[in-house]
């Protein structure tokens, strides 16, 4: 029996997804909260397989919910259900833990499916976001000179080439100069590079960094 907590702060939607859920012979719903505090209050009284959590919500959206269940080290998976599709929030969700995201407009033996996946422990996107996904990384892959590198070291890679000092570029993104340090040394292994100059160099002639600045 695949045990579950839903939140949406939409009574009418969800009071029809806890009647789809509990009508089928494996799934029983445990709790319903309108809020993100509610939300994580059941979670942690009933620690259920699957919690299934709308975006916006009053009290904590889903995403904080998801954040915080993985803080409490408890054992339920999040799928988060939705109308958003935008890159923004299934990103948010994938940093944040969630093992799923589905959109509300999905028909009702996708949604059944979907809950079925995550409980098992699977990953699983909606057929459109998971569409928007792939053209998303793959954007992503085209447009990075250096896709060995991950996002962050990326960014602290251009802002060398702008010239910047460790100190100038923790202030830029607001950590220390010591995980700044920690994402040169990432940045001059990964490209066999000797030395910041050098990484100065070849950054530039990837097109990072424009006109150096002052730091």
Known sequence: MIRLILADDHP?????????????????V????VTGEE????????????AVLDVNMPGGDGLTVTSRMR????????LILTMYDDDENVLAALRAGAHGYALKGAGPEEITATVRAVARGEAVFGAGVATRLLAHFSKAVVASPFPQ???REHEVLGLVARG?????????????AKTVRNHVSNVLTKLQLADRPAAIVRAREAGLGGAPESS
């Open 39 to 50: 939300a994580l209050r059941a979670a942690i009284e009933h620690r259920p397989d699957v």
């Open 30 to 33: 445990l709790a319903v909260a």
């Open 164 to 176: 910047l000092d460790n100190t100038a570029i923790a202030r830029r993104l607001g950590v220390s």
């Open 71 to 78: 803080a409490a080290a408890l054992p339920t998976r999040a």
């Open 12 to 28: 009418v939607f969800v009071s029809g997804l806890r009647a789809l859920l509990d009508s089928e012979e494996d799934m029983t």
């Open 149 to 151: 590198l991950t996002e």
